[in-house]
């Protein structure tokens, strides 16, 4: 069911989904690799504008893989190459997806798994929005043979929400770190989490809960049940906490597949409250 007021499109013809609960105001575009585009709470925007930024799906991969390749039993593939020497984040945040469903609060999409992935398959995303918090949840499917895959997000906060505040503070505890190598790969070994800047993976085997805190302005825990997450904050203009289902190479290093009986699926949730 889609209802006329939910999906709407700009003057360039793409399509926008817009939910609402509460003073929460969630775009989300199908068209850009159905990602978050705006996230707004109280009329506050919480993430990063921009074609590239808002918050992406990682789907089939999440991170890097090593050089592009990987293997399904005897069989090797080779990805693009699209962040040299490696490919990363997958391919869902560069295709349209289809609405399967768009309500006041609730949406869904879907898109088939095609070429440059090498297995045919099916991705869905669900959005659903209450007045403070926002849960999505993917599922990965295969239609044939079985196949490793990753899936989770990839969400650009605003490291200031512009209001005259104090830049977000990031919280957790991990029980490791990821080490990175210098091609920035995990290279096995698994160490006492270090202090930032990050573009770490960490391991959290309770569940990914992960604090951002804007001081005297909004605090936003983000968690899943998954073990895994990114953190990124490199960049001036915004933080980034990826929770996903395995670390970066993990088609590699740790497969997890995908069979005709046994999809895999993951969720996130991001609690907000306003602290003024």
């Known amino acids: 069911m889609t209802t006329d007021d939910t999906v709407t499109t700009d003057p360039k013809g793409a399509r926008r989904v817009r939910l609402s609960a509460g003073d929460a105001e969630l775009t989300v575009l199908p068209d850009n690799g159905c990602r978050i585009g705006s996230l707004r709470v109280g009329g506050t925007e919480l993430l990063r504008q921009g074609a590239s930024f808002g918050s992406f799906p990682m789907v089939p991969w999440c991170g890097r893989v090593a050089l592009g390749m990987f293997r399904n ?14 490919a990363i984040h997958g391919t869902g945040r560069d295709t349209a997806w289809r609405i399967a469903q768009a309500e006041a609060d609730t949406a869904s999409f879907t898109y ?10 099916r991705v869905t995303q669900v959005f659903e929005l209450t007045p403070d918090a926002l849960t999505l949840s993917m599922g990965v499917e295969t239609v044939g043979d079985s196949f490793p ?10 490291r200031n929400l512009g209001r005259g505040g104090s830049d977000v503070r990031i919280d957790f505890s991990a029980d490791w770190q990821e080490e990175r190598g210098e091609d920035h790969l995990p290279t096995g070994r698994r160490i006492d989490p270090l202090p930032g800047p990050w573009d770490d993976c960490f391991g959290m085997p309770d569940g990914v809960d992960v604090t951002l805190t804007w001081p005297g302005e909004l605090e936003l825990k983000i968690t899943s049940r998954s073990e895994w997450v990114v953190v990124y904050d490199m960049q001036p203009e915004a933080v980034c906490v990826e929770p996903q289902s395995g670390p970066p190479n993990g088609l590699n290093t740790l497969p997890r597949l995908v069979t005709p009986i ?3 699926e993951i969720s996130t949730t991001w609690h907000w409250r306003t602290l003024d």
């Open 73 to 86: 039993g005897a069989e090797r593939h080779q990805l693009p190459i699209n962040h040299p020497p490696h």
């Open 112 to 121: 088939d798994l095609a070429e440059p992935w090498p297995y045919p398959g």
């Open 149 to 158: 895959a990753q899936a989770g997000w990839h969400p650009w906060f605003l």
């Open 262 to 264: 046994d999809p895999l």
